[in-house]
C-alpha cells in the first residue's frame, strides 16, 4: 500500500478544474464556483471541506469531510458532535493501491463518529473499513453508514 500525503484542498479555480476528472461533480461544486466567481471566497483553504491526494500534480483521490457540532446534530439520539463524509472516490486507475483506505484512515483519525451515504456498489469498501448500517433518529431518504472510535463502542446504539 502506497501511503500518500493527505492535503487539505484550498477552494480556488485549479481545484475547482481538477475536481472535474471525478465523477461527482454537483451541489457542493457549483456553490464553490458561485462563491468564487462572486469573489466571497478566494484561496480558502480554512472552509474547504475538502482533503485530497495528489500523484505528481494530479489529484487522484478526494472526500469532503464536514465536522458538525453537537448543538446541530439531529441524527443520533444522544446528540454528539461527528463528521458526515462524502464525495470519498479514488480515479479508476488509482484505485487499490491504498488511496481509499488512506482518506478514511485520516477521517478516522479525529476520533469522532463517521457518518456516511454510500453508493451503490461501494458495500464491500465500507464493510472492510469498520463501518456499519445506521439508523438515524430523524427519517433521512438515504442509507446510512457510521463508523465508531473504539472510544465509544460501548455505547454506539445511537
Ligand atoms: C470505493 C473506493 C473509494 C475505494 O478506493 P480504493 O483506493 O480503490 O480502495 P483501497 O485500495 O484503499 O482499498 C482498501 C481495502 O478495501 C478493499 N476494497 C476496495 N474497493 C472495494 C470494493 N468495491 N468492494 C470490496 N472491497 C473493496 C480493498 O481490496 C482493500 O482491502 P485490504 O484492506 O484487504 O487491502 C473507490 O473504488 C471509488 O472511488 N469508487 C467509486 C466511488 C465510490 O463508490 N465511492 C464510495 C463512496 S460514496
Same mark, same amino acid.
Given at each position: 500500500m502506497e501511503i500518500m500525503p493527505i492535503e487539505k484542498l484550498s477552494i480556488n479555480f485549479k481545484t475547482l478544474e481538477d475536481f472535474k +476528472?471525478? %465523477?461527482?461533480?454537483?451541489n457542493q461544486e457549483l456553490q464553490m464556483l458561485d462563491d468564487l466567481k462572486g469573489s466571497i471566497?478566494?484561496?480558502?483553504? %480554512?472552509? +474547504?471541506p475538502f482533503y485530497g491526494i495528489y500523484y505528481g500534480d494530479k489529484l487522484v483521490a478526494r472526500m469532503s469531510l464536514y465536522h458538525t457540532d453537537k448543538k446541530f446534530d439531529y441524527l443520533f439520539d444522544n446528540k454528539r458532535d461527528y463528521l458526515l463524509l462524502s464525495k470519498l472516490e479514488v480515479l479508476p486507475q488509482f484505485r487499490e493501491r491504498g488511496f481509499g483506505k488512506n482518506l478514511i484512515g485520516f477521517a478516522k483519525s479525529f476520533n469522532l463518529p463517521i457518518i456516511t451515504s454510500p453508493r451503490i456498489n461501494s458495500g464491500g469498501f465500507w464493510n472492510r473499513m469498520g463501518f456499519m448500517p445506521f439508523t438515524p433518529i430523524t427519517d433521512m431518504p438515504e442509507k446510512l453508514l457510521v463508523w465508531y472510535p473504539d472510544h465509544l463502542t460501548e455505547n454506539k446504539i445511537n
Open positions: +476528472s471525478f %465523477k461527482e461533480y454537483g471566497v478566494e484561496n480558502d483553504c %480554512k472552509h +474547504s
